[in-house]
């Protein structure tokens, strides 16, 4: 590993790739994307969706790379260096505790649903999923979230490997990981997208997915795809701000915030390339919402041709995408305090996930034990909400966003046009005006618009 200062340094821009498209590519992309394509029209969501990664997602993406390399710190303390290098406010160390913030709220449900995918991966594999009827799905799904012990061991488990990879540190650890993991994870898709085509209504699928009806292109259909690629690419919670500060400075900003994004968005096509077919093929709906994962697919799996060892896969995949993602948001916050503390590394890491386990209590017992507790009713907007509705509400309708436009606030208007030049080193004169423009006044009127319905 290079040293840089006190900066590490990703080994290769290969690696650092590898890395930066495992942090994006999570349940957001395949569970997420799948159901929010199904009820909002197929083709007309998606075109929608590939728009929002371009003028969207690419702007404020490369705007906190540019903002990590510039201060080669945790979020925290990029903040405090650039204070010093191009004289902004000390205040703004500020928006690193929010964004730290709104990471450890996100992973703390997070690890909690990416123990459910554990769960199904066993399950699967022992065939216990054969022959489910949209009675008999629902009812193991419901039985596994009343089961708090069963849910507390699955999110453990999945916070001990999140552990274990993070405290080795970014060579050992994380690019050693990402390293075989995202290249893995695009395989299973492959694999999965090729058996698709040969067991279910592949065309079909392509015609929902391609085949845009521009009719159905409403205000909710394009919130919902620009809303879809800001939290797919996790913006604003400065995972990527960490991720640039660990970038090498030979490697192109743009261009890997382009292929990031754009690799993000194939993972997502990839999944409903995949998912689709088999809805289709056994006679489900696409419009099945957030349980056409976890209640709707087991049903096709328990019915196909190897269904078990499918099932398996799939939700292997789902494994692998949520843990590329977690350990990117869990570095997040690690880097802070193994700047700031006299701990090391591991012990800080150790210490991160114990908390994270107590905290995402809350969202296991929220399904269960705390069901029934809504413990801020008094306040309309958060009225009814459990425990977890509010770690989730706060976390990803507040505090990301907020980020977001903050992002954008600091990398096209804070940091001089001398320095967004020097980091970016775009030479084509329109390019920069043109990834300035949309990072000043595009990207955060879309976010504040997101914000803004997510509020309602």
Same mark, same amino acid.
């Given at each position: 590993?290079?040293?840089?200062?006190?900066?590490?340094?990703?080994?290769?821009? =290969?690696?650092?790739?590898? +890395?930066?498209?495992?942090?994006?590519?999570?349940?957001?992309?395949?569970?997420?994307?799948?159901?929010?394509?199904?009820?909002?029209?197929?083709? +007309?969501?998606?075109?929608? =969706?590939?728009?929002?990664?371009?003028?969207?997602?690419?702007?404020?993406?490369?705007?906190?790379?540019?903002?990590?390399?510039?201060?080669?710190?945790?979020?925290?303390?990029?903040? @405090?260096?650039?204070?010093?290098?191009?004289?902004?406010?000390?205040?703004?160390?500020?928006?690193?505790?929010?964004?730290?913030?709104? !990471?450890? @709220?996100?992973?703390?449900?997070?690890?909690?649903?990416?123990?459910?995918?554990?769960?199904?991966?066993?399950?699967?594999?022992?065939?216990?999923?054969?022959?489910?009827?949209?009675?008999?799905?629902?009812? =193991? =799904?419901?039985?596994?979230?009343?089961?708090?012990?069963?849910?507390?061991?699955?999110?453990?488990?999945?916070?001990?490997?999140?552990?274990?990879?993070?405290a080795k540190g970014v060579q050992a650890g994380l690019e050693k990981s990402l390293g075989w993991m995202t290249p893995a994870l695009f395989v299973?898709?492959?694999?999965?997208?090729?058996?698709?085509?040969?067991?279910?209504?592949?065309?079909?699928?392509?015609?929902?997915?391609?085949?845009? &009806?521009?009719?159905?292109?409403?205000?909710?259909?394009?919130?919902?795809?620009?809303?879809?690629?800001?939290?797919?690419?996790?913006?604003?919670?400065?995972?990527?701000?960490?991720?640039?500060?660990?970038?090498?400075?030979?490697?192109?900003?743009?261009?890997?915030?382009?292929?990031?994004?754009?690799?993000?968005?194939?993972?997502?096509?990839?999944?409903? @390339?995949?998912?689709?077919?088999? !809805?289709?093929?056994?006679?489900?709906?696409?419009?099945?919402g957030p349980g056409l994962i976890f209640m709707t697919l087991p049903i096709a799996f328990g019915q196909m041709p190897a269904g078990s060892i499918?099932? +398996?896969?799939?939700?292997?995949?789902?494994?692998?995408?949520?843990?590329?993602?977690?350990?990117?948001?869990?570095?997040?916050?690690?880097?802070?305090?193994?700047?700031?503390?006299?701990?090391?590394?591991?012990?800080?890491?150790?210490?991160?996930?114990?908390l994270l386990w107590l905290v995402g209590l809350g969202t296991v017992f929220s399904f269960n034990i705390w069901s029934g507790f809504t413990p801020? &009713?008094?306040?309309?907007?958060?009225?009814?909400?459990?425990?977890?509705?509010?770690? &989730?509400?706060?976390?990803?309708?507040?505090?990301?966003?907020?980020?977001?436009?903050?992002?954008?606030?600091?990398?096209?208007?804070?940091?001089?046009?001398?320095?967004?030049?020097?980091?970016?080193?775009?030479?084509? &004169?329109? !390019?920069?005006?043109?990834?300035?423009?949309? !990072?000043?006044?595009? +990207?955060?009127?879309?976010?504040?618009?997101?914000?803004?319905?997510?509020?309602?």
């Amino acid at each position: 590993m290079e040293e840089k200062g006190q900066s590490k340094i990703w080994s290769s821009n =290969y690696l650092f790739l590898l +890395a930066s498209i495992g942090s994006t590519v999570g349940l957001s992309n395949i569970w997420r994307f799948t159901y929010l394509a199904g009820e909002n029209g197929g083709g +007309a969501f998606v075109i929608i =969706y590939v728009i929002s990664l371009i003028v969207m997602g690419i702007p404020i993406l490369g705007a906190e790379l540019m903002i990590g390399r510039r201060g080669g710190k945790s979020t925290v303390g990029t903040m @405090l260096v650039l204070s010093e290098k191009e004289g902004i406010s000390k205040h703004w160390q500020y928006f690193g505790w929010i964004a730290m913030t709104g !990471v450890f @709220l996100i992973l703390s449900f997070y690890c909690v649903i990416a123990g459910w995918t554990l769960d199904y991966t066993v399950t699967s594999l022992l065939g216990n999923l054969n022959h489910l009827d949209s009675v008999s799905a629902v009812t =193991y =799904y419901n039985n596994i979230l009343s089961n708090p012990g069963r849910m507390m061991l699955t999110q453990g488990i999945f916070i001990l490997a999140n552990v274990w990879i993070v405290a080795k540190g970014v060579q050992a650890g994380l690019e050693k990981s990402l390293g075989w993991m995202t290249p893995a994870l695009f395989v299973i898709l492959f694999a999965l997208v090729i058996y698709a085509m040969f067991t279910g209504q592949f065309i079909k699928s392509i015609e929902f997915l391609f085949y845009p &009806d521009f009719s159905k292109i409403t205000p909710k259909v394009i919130l919902a795809a620009f809303g879809q690629a800001f939290f797919s690419l996790g913006i604003g919670v400065g995972v990527m701000l960490t991720y640039g500060a660990y970038m090498p400075r030979t490697s192109s900003i743009l261009r890997s915030a382009a292929i990031i994004s754009f690799s993000d968005g194939l993972a997502s096509i990839l999944a409903g @390339l995949a998912i689709f077919p088999i !809805v289709f093929q056994y006679g489900l709906s696409p419009a099945e919402g957030p349980g056409l994962i976890f209640m709707t697919l087991p049903i096709a799996f328990g019915q196909m041709p190897a269904g078990s060892i499918i099932g +398996a896969l799939f939700f292997l995949l789902l494994v692998f995408a949520a843990l590329t993602s977690s350990i990117s948001l869990l570095e997040s916050i690690i880097s802070h305090f193994e700047e700031v503390s006299k701990l090391g590394r591991k012990m800080i890491t150790i210490l991160a996930g114990i908390l994270l386990w107590l905290v995402g209590l809350g969202t296991v017992f929220s399904f269960n034990i705390w069901s029934g507790f809504t413990p801020l &009713d008094v306040i309309r907007p958060l009225r009814g909400k459990t425990v977890f509705g509010l770690i &989730d509400y706060f976390g990803s309708n507040i505090l990301m966003p907020i980020g977001g436009i903050l992002i954008a606030v600091i990398g096209g208007w804070l940091l001089s046009k001398t320095s967004s030049r020097d980091e970016l080193r775009i030479g084509n &004169d329109m !390019v920069f005006l043109v990834w300035r423009f949309l !990072v000043r006044f595009v +990207a955060p009127a879309t976010v504040l618009a997101i914000f803004i319905t997510n509020l309602s």
